[in-house]
Structures are given as C-alpha cells and as structure tokens.
C-alpha cells in the first residue's frame, strides 16, 4: 500500500517570503500522480498543485511550484512571496488505482 | 461554478441516533468517495462509488455506516446509531474517469457531525 509522508506537522513564514513544504511518499508503481492540497480554517480542500509522475518538468500554478525528485520519491512543495492568506494545512497526496492517499498534513502560518 | 454539494454542513446529534450525510458530486462526475477527518487519524477513505457501483467500502464501520449512491446526483452516507467517536468533518469528493487517469478529485466543504 502507498503512504504518505509529511516530516513537518507545523512551519511558519513571514509574509513576503517563500516557504518549502516536504512530502515523501513509497510507491513501488511507475506512473502515478500527485497532489497538493490546501485546508484554510472553512476546512474546505483545494486543489493547489497537481504532478504526472511521468512528466519530468516540475508543475507550476503562480506562486506555487513542486520539485519532484522521483528517484528519491519526494515532492515538495514551494510557495513564494508568501501571504496572510496562504494561511492553512496542506495536505501531500498520491493517487494510483485507488483513492487519494493523504499524508498527516503540515499546518502553515504566514505571519504578517 | 461546479462544486461538490454536501449537506448538512453542520450536525450535532446525540448519542444513538440516526445521522445522514447528503452529497450531490459534480455533475457528469461518476466517481464518488466518502472521506472523514478527524484530528487523531487525519484524513481517512471511507468507501467509493464508480458509476453509482460501491467498489471499496473497506475503511467504514460496518456494523453502524452504509453509503449508498441511489442515482447519479445524490451519494449518501447514514450513521446508525451515532457515537461520540463518529464526531469529525466528513467530506464527500467526486472525479470523472478512471483513477489511474489521473483526473482531480474534487471536494465538498465537508459535513461537521458532533455527536453529544
């Protein structure tokens, strides 16, 4: 079974800043996808960030951008000139013939 | 705008009693899951749907929740009876296609139950 793995419950930034969340993930598959997913306080899941495992270049939405490292199973996340509203849990998931499998999260506060 | 619809978006029930958790997916979307969240166990898979067929219902208690989808616009999931240790934010989430498609998931705000 895939799992998931944030090393970061918590992490904070001034605003401003650029910030890099980590995410690991075991996976014996080859072609696979996976996401980012942000939590502010509502509890509503948006979709940040989204990555083919099989396309080399690293996914990019504005201020949001991924390295993937396959090799090494890692995926994190970088968001840059951080803001208030940026605030929130951020969940790493992977997804493979089966639902999304999430990692535990990492809560993120941006400080003004 | 097209969002994943749940209701209610709050609950607080008492111990015992019947709770059921509504969801309309995206429409043309034939794929629907069931997730909770709770602080102690994060985000966990409840059961799915693929064109209104239950293919993994594995991660639900069975002995007091069944989901079930009775057409292609309305999933539900129904707690029979409710216990304190059902409280949690349950989301249900709808995708089109096949997962190894790679489509996204798309998610409701969630459903807070409270059971007293």
């Known amino acids: 079974a895939q799992t998931v793995t944030q090393s970061q419950p918590e992490m904070s930034v001034q605003e401003a800043e650029t910030v890099t969340l980590s995410c690991t993930y075991d996976t014996s598959e080859n072609n696979y996808y996976l996401f980012w997913y942000k939590q502010p306080p509502s509890r509503q899941m948006i979709l940040v960030i989204r990555?083919?495992?099989?396309?080399?270049q690293n996914a990019t939405e504005n201020r949001f951008s991924v390295n993937f490292q396959k090799a090494a199973k890692s995926f994190s996340l970088k968001i840059s000139d951080s803001q208030l509203g940026d605030t929130a849990m951020y969940f790493c998931?992977?997804?493979?013939?089966?639902?999304?499998?999430f990692g535990k999260g990492t809560r993120l506060s941006v400080i003004a | 705008d097209a969002r994943v619809t749940q209701t209610p978006r709050h609950k607080v029930t008492e111990m015992g009693q019947e709770v059921t958790m509504r969801c309309q997916p995206i429409l043309g979307h034939n794929t629907v899951f069931w997730y909770r969240q709770t602080m102690m166990q994060g985000l966990e898979l409840l059961a799915y749907?693929?064109?209104?067929?239950?293919?993994?219902d594995s991660g639900m208690p069975k002995d007091r929740f069944s989901a079930e989808m009775p057409d292609a616009t309305l999933a539900t999931l129904k707690i029979q009876p409710s216990e304190p240790r059902d409280s949690a934010v349950y989301f249900c989430a709808s995708g089109l296609g096949l997962l190894n498609s790679g489509n996204t998931i798309y998610f409701g705000e969630g459903s807070w139950l409270t059971v007293v």
């Open positions: 990555q083919e495992a099989y396309k080399q």
């Open positions: 998931a992977f997804m493979k013939l089966s639902p999304l499998v």
């Open positions: 749907f693929r064109n209104r067929a239950p293919l993994d």
